[in-house]
């Protein structure tokens, strides 16, 4: 079975520190990873996909097979990072329908 | 704003009440997604629907139903038999599942 674990359910760093949003996940196939992002007051959006190889908002994310990690990271964080962060699988298995959530991240930025 | 629209913004059930509620998206997409929320449990998948008239359960589907008459709809009821209704309520829609878009959800209370 598929299952997607984030280890900290609180994450709390100063203004200008570095950022690492921890996501471990369980698969034997070869999956696709997301990451999602919950402003407070907004909806629940996007915020990158592995396979995109991009940068949103200074985020990255790197999928490391061999860890079966997905980590989210920035450089230096900003108090407009605060947010709730979702990491999620999609299992590239024919007949796969649904994204497979952690429990989230609650980031919090401090000035 | 757009795109997927979830009603009552706020609902109230009282004890022994079946309450619906409404999700509607304009996206064209075929799958629709119900997820609970909660604080320290993440998005917790209720059912799901991959095409009209078909839906699968989730992982926490009793005492919730569903129906998929419409491509543009899907309404999720929260029957008397679920015992701890209040909660954080997402509708989602998605392309095959990989992209999701979510509503800005319904929170529910119980009188």
């Known amino acids: 079975a598929q299952r997607v674990t984030q280890p900290e359910k609180l994450l709390s760093v100063f203004k200008g520190a570095p950022v690492e949003l921890k996501c471990n996940y369980s698969?034997?196939?070869?999956?696709?990873l997301f990451w999602y992002v919950q402003y407070s007051r907004q909806r629940l959006q996007l915020l990158l996909r592995h396979i995109s190889r991009e940068s949103i908002k200074g985020f990255t994310a790197d999928l490391n097979k061999g860890e079966t990690s997905f980590h989210l990271k920035k450089p230096f964080a900003q108090e407009e990072d605060s947010a709730m962060y979702y990491c999620?699988?999609?299992?590239?298995?024919?007949?796969?329908?649904?994204?497979?959530f952690g429990q989230g991240t609650r980031l919090t930025i401090n000035p | 704003d757009g795109g997927i629209t979830q009603s009552p913004k706020y609902l109230f059930r009282k004890e022994g009440q079946n309450v619906t509620l409404s999700c509607e998206q304009n996206l064209n997409h075929d799958a629709m997604y119900w997820y609970r929320q909660d604080p320290g449990q993440g998005l917790r998948l209720i059912y799901y629907?991959?095409?009209?008239?078909?839906?699968q359960k989730g992982d926490i589907a009793e005492g919730y139903s569903v129906s998929r008459e419409k491509k543009e709809s899907f309404p999720l009821t929260v029957t008397s038999a679920q015992k701890n209704p209040t909660a954080f309520y997402l509708c989602?829609?998605?392309?095959?599942?990989?992209?999701?878009?979510f509503g800005a959800g319904t929170r529910l209370s119980v009188l």
């Open positions: 999620a699988l999609f299992p590239k298995a024919r007949g796969a329908q649904k994204l497979v």
């Open positions: 698969y034997s196939g070869s999956p696709e």
């Open positions: 989602a829609s998605g392309d095959r599942g990989r992209l999701q878009y």
């Open positions: 629907s991959q095409i009209v008239n078909d839906f």
